[in-house]
């Protein structure tokens, strides 16, 4: 069975500082990635996806994210934050074969500082 | 469009009694997910249909929870009795079914917010 590790439960940054958010997962192939956002109140908002080929995948609201098969790693990364970036930040793992089941990390929350 | 409209957005319950939630789809989605997210954690998955039949209901606490899809569209999910500890968001989700298996998205509502007192 798949899972996910977000090892930074709340990071902090400055505006205009650059972000990394770490998502490592376990699988027994290759996966399915997804970064998620949640703002307060809000449903789950699709970042970015990664099935396969190249591993530099990019997303929504300028962000990206990388995929390390020897490192079992997915990192969301962001040049310049904005302060509406502020939201809780989840990484998921599907299985191949379809979306059937989607599953998530605890989530990273990020809070960004003027 | 429309997104997945969920409501109620929020409850506030007495612990033992009942509560449902509904969902509404995006129109053409076959494929329903309702997900269970407690605070400070990730969305974990309750029940997945594709169109009106649950195809996987392994995490579902068939105790004393409930789900249906009638007519393979809007869906309800049920619990009673509540418990305090179901105090959570309940997550609906929806993705398109069927035919190419690759990868559908799944379209997040904004959630119910269940507290149990």
């Known amino acids: 069975a798949q899972s996910v590790t977000q090892p930074d439960i709340h990071i902090t940054v400055s505006e205009g500082a650059s972000l990394e958010l770490r998502c490592n997962y376990s699988?027994?192939?290759?996966?399915?990635l997804f970064w998620y956002v949640q703002s307060p109140g809000q449903g789950l908002q699709l970042l970015l996806k990664?099935?396969?080929?190249?591993?530099l995948v990019q997303g929504i609201k300028g962000f990206e994210a990388e995929f390390k098969r020897s490192q079992s790693s997915f990192n969301l990364r962001k040049p310049s934050v904005h302060w509406s970036d502020a939201a809780e930040y989840f990484c998921a793992v599907g299985a191949k074969g379809g979306s059937e089941k989607l599953v998530f990390g605890k989530g990273t929350k990020l809070t960004v500082n003027p | 469009e429309a997104g997945v409209v969920q409501s109620p957005r929020y409850k506030i319950i007495e612990k033992k009694q009942p509560v449902a939630f509904w969902c509404n789809p995006i129109?053409?989605?076959?494929?329903l997910y309702w997900y269970l997210q407690n605070l400070g954690q990730g969305p974990e998955l309750l029940i997945r249909?594709?169109?009106?039949?649950?195809?996987?209901d392994s995490q579902l606490p068939k105790d004393r929870f409930s789900a249906e899809r009638l007519k393979g569209v809007d869906s309800t999910l049920k619990i009673q009795p509540a418990e305090l500890g179901d105090s959570a968001v309940y997550l609906c989700?929806?993705?398109?079914?069927?035919?190419?298996?690759?990868?559908?998205?799944?379209?997040f509502g904004p959630g119910t917010r269940l507290t149990v007192l």
């Open positions: 989700a929806s993705s398109l079914g069927g035919g190419d298996r690759g990868y559908n998205e799944q379209f």
């Open positions: 699988y027994g192939a290759t996966p399915y």
């Open positions: 990664y099935f396969s080929g190249d591993t």
């Open positions: 249909y594709e169109n009106e039949e649950a195809v996987d």
């Open positions: 129109s053409g989605h076959n494929t």
